[in-house]
T-cell receptor
Framework: DVKVTQSSRYLVKRTGEKVFLECVQD?????MFWYRQDPGLGLRLIYF???????EKGDIPEGYSVSREKKERFSLILESASTNQTSMYLC???????????FGQGTRLTVV | DQQVKQNSPSLSVQEGRISILNCDYTNSMFDYFLWYKKYPAEGPTFLISISSIKDKNEDGRFTVFLNKSAKHLSLHIVPSQPGDSAVYFC??????????FGTGTKLQVIP
């Protein structure tokens, strides 16, 4: 059974903290993505990666960075968390040449 | 600028009837379209897709229709079941990689 696993289901962090969200996939997929989901806004792409050590900005990269040191792992970093980054964060992966993606269960991040 | 729009935030349908979820897009370069289903506290799961070279794709109870001239696609679920109650996201891509999602439609199927 294919799996995309996000390290935490729920996180509460303080304003200004550096936050790491981790995502691991076991399908040997080349592509990995980070989205955030907000009411009325749907899923918005933050960053994506086609290969190890490669990254591309999505639609809303401000305030975020990413790291992909290994093929199976894609990390999202909030350099200095702010309250407007309170959201549901979703990691996804897909194989080269296919658009259909597999999603993790999501991390509900609250910044106080 | 919302390139993929789902104008109905919610929809209620009786069990056994047809559910029709609609989606409009503005980018004529999109060439692949997908629908995802999302239950609360879970990630979205892929449901069905269609290439821009087709106008219909069917998978069991689910059919997606694409009208390129109107830049419109729809998802039909027949017959609707209570387990279909979820949020449905329309998505579109140009090429294989970057996918743009709509805002979602919450479907409630009433037993």
């Amino acid at each position: 059974d294919v799996k995309v696993t996000q390290s935490s289901r729920y996180l509460v962090k303080r304003t200004g903290e550096k936050v790491f969200l981790e995502c691991v996939q076991d399908m040997d997929h080349e592509n990995m993505f980070w989205y955030r989901q907000d009411p009325g806004l749907g899923l918005r792409l933050i960053y994506f990666s086609y290969d190890v050590k490669m990254k591309e900005k999505g639609d809303i990269p401000e305030g975020y960075s990413v790291s992909r040191e290994k093929k199976e792992r894609f990390s999202l970093i909030l350099e200095s968390a702010s309250t407007n980054q309170t959201s549901m964060y979703l990691c996804a992966s897909s194989t080269l040449g296919l658009t259909e993606a597999f999603f993790g269960q999501g991390t509900r991040l609250t910044v106080v | 600028d919302q390139q993929v729009k789902q104008n109905s935030p919610s929809l209620s349908v009786q069990e056994g009837r047809i559910s029709i979820l609609n989606c409009d897009y503005t980018n004529s370069m999109f060439d692949y379209f997908l629908w995802y289903k999302k239950y609360p506290a879970e990630g979205p799961t892929f449901l069905i897709s269609i290439s821009s070279i087709k106008d219909k794709n069917e998978d069991g109870r689910f059919t997606v229709f694409l009208n390129k001239s109107a830049k419109h696609l729809s998802l039909h679920i027949v017959p609707s079941q209570p387990g279909d109650s979820a949020v449905y996201f329309c998505a579109a891509s140009q090429g294989y990689q970057k996918v743009t999602f709509g805002t979602g439609t919450k479907l409630q199927v009433i037993p």
